[in-house]
Nanobody, 127 residues
Framework: QVQFVESGGGLVKPGGSLRLSCAAS????????LGWFRQGPGQERERIAC???????YIIDSVKGRFTISRGSAKNSMYLQMHSLTPEDTAVYYC?????????????????????WGQGTQVTVSS
C-alpha cells in the first residue's frame, strides 16, 4: 500500500519562504503525475502545480513566479519551493499522485483523477 507524506509546512511571516516535500513509501511503481494542491478554510481543494514523469510542469497563474515544483531524485518524490508568501497562501497543502498518463500534460488531470493523497501539511502565513 503506497503512502504519500508531505512535510515542510509551518508558520512563516509574509514575504517568507518554505519548501514542501512529498515522499512516497510502500510502492515500487512509478506514478506518472504528481501534483500539489491546497485547501483553505471553507474553500475547495485547488490544484496549484503538477509535474509529469518526464519533468514537464504546470503552475497556476496566481503563484507563478513565486512557487516552483520539481521532482526529487527518489522515486515518486517532489518538492514545492514557495517564496514571497502572503496570507492568501495560508492553507493545508496536499500532494497527490496519479498512476498513469495518457500522454497529456499534467495540467489535463483534475483533482478527482488523482488516486493517491497525502495527509496534508499546514502552511500559515501571518505576521
Amino acid at each position: 500500500q503506497v503512502q504519500f507524506v508531505e512535510s515542510g509546512g509551518g508558520l512563516v511571516k509574509p514575504g517568507g519562504s518554505l519548501r514542501l516535500s512529498c515522499a512516497a513509501s510502500g510502492s515500487t511503481l512509478d506514478y506518472a503525475i504528481l501534483g500539489w494542491f491546497r485547501q483553505g478554510p471553507g474553500q475547495e481543494r485547488e490544484r496549484i502545480a503538477c509535474v509529469g514523469i518526464h519533468g514537464g510542469t504546470y503552475i497556476i497563474d496566481s503563484v507563478k513566479g513565486r512557487f516552483t515544483i520539481s521532482r526529487g531524485s527518489a522515486k515518486n518524490s517532489m518538492y514545492l519551493q514557495m517564496h514571497s508568501l502572503t496570507p492568501e497562501d495560508t492553507a493545508v497543502y496536499y500532494c497527490g499522485a496519479r498512476r498513469w498518463s495518457s500522454g497529456l500534460g499534467c495540467e489535463a488531470y483534475a483533482p478527482s483523477e488523482y488516486a493517491e493523497w497525502g495527509q496534508g501539511t499546514q502552511v500559515t502565513v501571518s505576521s
